[in-house]
C-alpha cells in the first residue's frame, strides 16, 4: 500500500514533467500534434496478438511499477507482446509516428533504463516459452532457447529435470534479457564463464523493424517486407554479448549452453558480527556465503575449512549444508519484490586488494550515512572460466576478464520514504571513490552518475560498441540512460532522454 500511495504523488509529478518534455524533445510525445490520434492507436491495437494497456487500466498500474520504485514512470501505454510480430509490429508503429520507446522485461533495471515517461512501452515479460535441444551440435551437453520473459528460476526449473544446469542470475525474478545482455554472472560463472560466454544464438528485433537471428557464424535478417538476408557478419551477435539491453535491438529469444551439473552443491555461510562504538547493538554484520561445487570431502574442502575455523571467537554463525543440487541451493535464495535505493560497482583485479581498499570499506561500513539508510556492500567472486575468454571476444569490459570480484554498494531506504534527498548524492560520491579501486564497472550494477561511462563500462570495447550502433541504430531509436549511443542525446532534469536534432519528427 505504500507503493500505491506514493503513486499518487508521482502522478502530479509526472504531468509537470511530461510539460516540460514536451516543450524540449524531438519525439512525438502525448499532447504534441504529431502524436498518432486514437483512432490510429485503436487500428494499431486491432493488429497486435498481445494487449494494449493504458493508465485508466487496473493492469497498467501492475505493469507500470519499476523493481526499483523511484524510477516508475509513466509511459504513454504498455504493449504486453505475445509474440515477436507483435514487437516488430509496435517497433514500426513507434517508428512511423517517431515515438519514444522503453523496453522492459522485468523492470528491476537499478537505473531505471526500461521506462521512460509518454512512450510505447514494449514489454516482454509475458513471452516466456523454453526448448531444449539435448542433441545439439554446437554443445555436447546441450542447448536451450529460451524467450526473453523467462525468469531465472523457471528455466534452473526446467533444466534441473533433465539433469542439466544453465549460467544465469541469483535473483528469481531478474529476466534473462537484460542481464544476458549486460553480460550476467552467476553463482557458477568461476566454473562456467559469464552468460554471454554461453550464448549460442538469439533473435532481435532491430531499430527498422527488421527481425535477426543472430550467433558467431551468421546474422540472419527477416525485413518487415519479408525478403531475407543471411551473411556472416557476427557484428550485432558480438554487440549483443555485453553492449547493454535496450539498445541494439528487443531481444526476444536467447539459447545458452547447457552444462552437466557438479556432483554436489555446498553451501558454506558464516557471519560476522560489526560491532559500533556507542552503537545500540549490533551495527550490522560481514556474511561470507560461498559455494563448493564438488563433493563434500574433497580437497577443495580444506580452503572452506580455513575460513570455518578462521576466527570461531568472533563468528555469530558459521554453517555447511548439502544443498546437493544448484536448484536446491537457488530455492533458498531470495530477492525482495521491490526495493529503493542507489547503488554502485566496481570490478577488483589481484592488485586492487589493497590495504587502501579495505581502509575504505571499513571506514564506508562504519560511516552511519542517515538514520533512514542502509549501507551494503556484496562482492561476487568471480574469475576462473571468465578468465578464458579473450579481452575482446565479447563486448563487456575487458576488466571482466581480469577481474577477481565484481564489488557493489548500496545505499538502501525503505521503499516507502519518499524524502531521500540528499542520498543518491552521496552515492555518486560514494560510487566515484568505489571505482578507483578497480578496472572497469558492470552496467547492469553500476550507479546512474558514472562520469566516463563508456570507458567505466566498456573500456576498450566501445569504439566498436558504438560503431555497431551507429550501423543498425543510426537514428539512435533505441535510447537509455549510460547506454552505448546515449552521448548524443542531452538528458534534462526529469531525466527524460531527447534524440539528437537529426531525427526528423513525423507528423
Ligand atoms: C535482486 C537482483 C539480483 C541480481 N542478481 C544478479 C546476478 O546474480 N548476476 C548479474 O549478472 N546481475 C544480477 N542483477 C542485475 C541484473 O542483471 C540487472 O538488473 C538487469 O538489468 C536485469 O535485467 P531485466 O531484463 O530483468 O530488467 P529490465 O529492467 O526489464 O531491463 C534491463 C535493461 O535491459 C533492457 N531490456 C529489457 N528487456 C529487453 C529485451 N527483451 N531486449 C533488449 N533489451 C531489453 C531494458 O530496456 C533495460 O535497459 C540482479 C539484480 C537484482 C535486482
Not at 514489454?123 to 525468469?151: F, H, Q, W
Not at 551439473?261 to 560476522?272: D, I, S
Not at 548524443?488 to 526529469?494: D, E, L, N
Request: proline content about 4%; glycine content about 10%.
Amino acid at each position: 500500500t505504500m507503493v500505491l500511495s506514493s503513486f499518487a504523488w508521482r502522478g502530479l509529478a509526472l504531468a509537470v514533467l511530461v510539460k516540460v518534455c514536451l516543450s524540449v524533445s524531438n519525439r512525438c510525445l502525448p499532447g504534441d500534434d504529431c502524436f498518432p490520434t486514437n483512432l490510429e492507436v485503436i487500428k494499431f491495437m486491432e493488429t497486435l496478438d498481445g494487449t494494449l494497456h493504458f493508465p485508466h487500466m487496473a493492469s497498467y498500474d501492475t505493469l507500470v511499477v519499476q523493481r526499483e520504485t523511484i524510477y516508475t514512470k509513466f509511459p504513454f501505454a504498455i504493449m504486453e507482446a505475445k509474440n515477436i510480430n507483435d514487437v516488430q509490429k509496435s517497433v514500426l508503429f513507434a517508428r512511423k509516428w517517431n515515438m519514444l520507446v522503453s523496453v522492459k522485461t522485468s523492470g528491476h533495471d537499478f537505473i531505471g533504463r526500461s521506462t521512460a515517461h509518454g512512450s510505447l512501452m514494449i514489454y516482454l515479460g509475458s513471452m516466456n516459452d523454453t526448448k531444449v535441444n539435448l542433441s545439439s551440435t554446437r554443445n555436447p551437453a546441450g542447448e536451450i532457447t529460451c524467450e526473453s520473459g523467462n525468469t531465472w528460476l523457471k528455466v534452473y526449473n526446467e533444466v534441473d529435470k533433465i539433469n542439466r544446469v544453465i549460467i544465469g542470475g541469483s535473483a528469481h525474478t531478474v529476466s534473462m534479457a537484460g542481464y544476458t545482455l549486460g553480460g550476467g554472472h552467476s553463482p557458477m560463472s568461476r566454473m562456467f564463464g559469464m552468460a554471454v560466454d554461453n550464448l549460442l544464438e538469439l533473435e532481435l528485433v532491430t531499430a527498422d523493424g527488421r527481425i535477426v537471428v543472430a550467433n558467431d557464424q551468421m546474422t540472419h535478417i527477416t525485413y518487415p517486407n519479408g525478403s531475407v538476408t543471411t551473411s556472416d557478419d557476427t557484428d550485432i551477435f558480438w554487440a549483443s554479448k555485453g553492449g547493454g539491453g535496450g539498445t541494439f535491438g528487443i531481444a526476444t529469444k536467447f539459447t545458452y549452453k547447457l552444462h552437466y551439473p557438479a556432483p554436489q552443491v555446498v553451501q558454506f555461510v558464516c557471519g560476522y558480527p560489526i560491532i559500533r562504538p556507542g552503537a545500540n547493538g549490533n551495527w550490522g554484520s560481514i556474511v561470507l556465503a560461498m559455494n563448493h561445487y564438488g563433493n563434500y570431502v574433497s580437497a577443495s574442502r580444506r580452503y572452506m575449512d580455513d575460513l570455518f575455523f578462521f576466527h570461531k571467537e568472533w563468528q555469530s554463525f558459521c554453517y555447511y549444508v548439502n544443498r546437493t543440487t544448484f536448484l536446491d541451493y537457488e530455492v533458498t535464495a531470495k530477492d525482495p519484490e521491490f526495493y529503493s535505493g542507489y547503488i554502485m560497482n566496481t570490478l577488483l583485479q589481484k592488485e586492487s586488494f589493497t590495504d587502501d581498499l579495505t581502509r575504505f570499506l571499513l571506514k564506508e561500513l562504519e560511516t552511519e550515512h542517515t538514520n533512514i539508510s542502509s549501507f551494503a556492500f556484496t562482492g561476487t567472486l568471480l574469475g576462473g572460466e571468465m578468465m578464458n575468454v579473450g579481452a575482446h571476444d565479447t563486448s563487456v569490459h575487458p576488466g571482466f576478464r581480469t577481474a577477481l570480484m565484481s564489488l557493489s554498494a548500496t545505499i538502501g531506504w525503505d521503499t516507502s520514504t519518499l524524502d531521500y534527498s540528499g542520498l543518491p548524492e552521496r552515492g555518486a560520491v560514494v560510487g566515484e571513490q568505489l571505482s578507483t579501486f578497480g578496472d572497469g564497472q558492470y552496467p547492469n550494477e553500476a550507479g546512474k552518475d558514472v562520469v566516463h561511462w563508456q570507458q567505466e563500462f566498456w573500456g576498450s570495447n566501445y569504439k566498436r560498441l558504438l560503431a555497431i550502433k551507429h550501423q543498425w541504430d543510426p537514428d539512435n531509436f533505441f535510447t537509455c540512460r549510460e547506454c552505448v549511443g546515449s552521448e548524443s542525446h542531452h538528458t534534462h532534469a526529469s531525466g527524460h532522454l531527447n534524440t539528437h536534432p537529426f531525427v526528423p519528427a513525423v507528423g
